[in-house]
């Protein structure tokens, strides 16, 4: 894919709950189904990031998004697309995650995301929040590294 392809924006959300994350599956019938991922997906022509954040996350897991921040950008070249990912950290929603569009669900500590086959795109993230979060209890506070 050359350098000026035009990129997919993304929204991913980094959901947190005591301590843990959420990994999603990607659905069957999508491309790379059965990969790990943070939920989210495309952005509409002229939506909002955050617009489109609350809009996926209530599609693909039913919740509705209360408290978030936006974390980063990275962009990623498949062979067949280009992304630019806009992650988010989700403090808080309403809502227990449900698998809505028949993905598996799990909550991981930071530390356990590396032992989940993400899809190559998120891998940078998840090798980042287990080295800068991977110290956080199931309490949500930070405990000292070794």
């Known amino acids: 894919m050359s350098s000026s392809s035009r990129y997919i924006d993304v929204v991913a959300g980094v959901l947190w ?3 843990e994350i959420l990994a999603v599956t990607r659905p069957p019938g999508k491309s790379q189904a059965g990969a790990w991922e943070f939920p989210g997906g495309k952005v509409e022509p002229g939506e909002a990031l ?3 954040l609350c809009r996926e996350l209530h599609e693909e897991l039913g919740i509705a998004v209360d408290t978030f921040a936006f974390w980063r950008e990275i962009t990623h070249c ?3 697309v280009a992304v630019r990912l806009h992650f988010f950290h989700v403090h808080a929603f309403t809502g227990e995650p449900q ?3 028949g993905q598996k669900l799990c909550w991981k500590r930071p ?3 590396p032992l989940l086959p993400f899809l190559e795109a998120d891998r940078a993230v998840v090798a980042l929040l287990a080295d800068e979060f991977g110290d956080i209890g199931k309490d949500g506070k930070r405990r000292n590294r070794p």
């Open 99 to 101: 698998a809505l569009e």
């Open 50 to 52: 955050s617009t489109a």
């Open 17 to 19: 709950r005591h301590g």
């Open 78 to 80: 498949y062979a067949h």
């Open 111 to 113: 530390r356990q995301l």
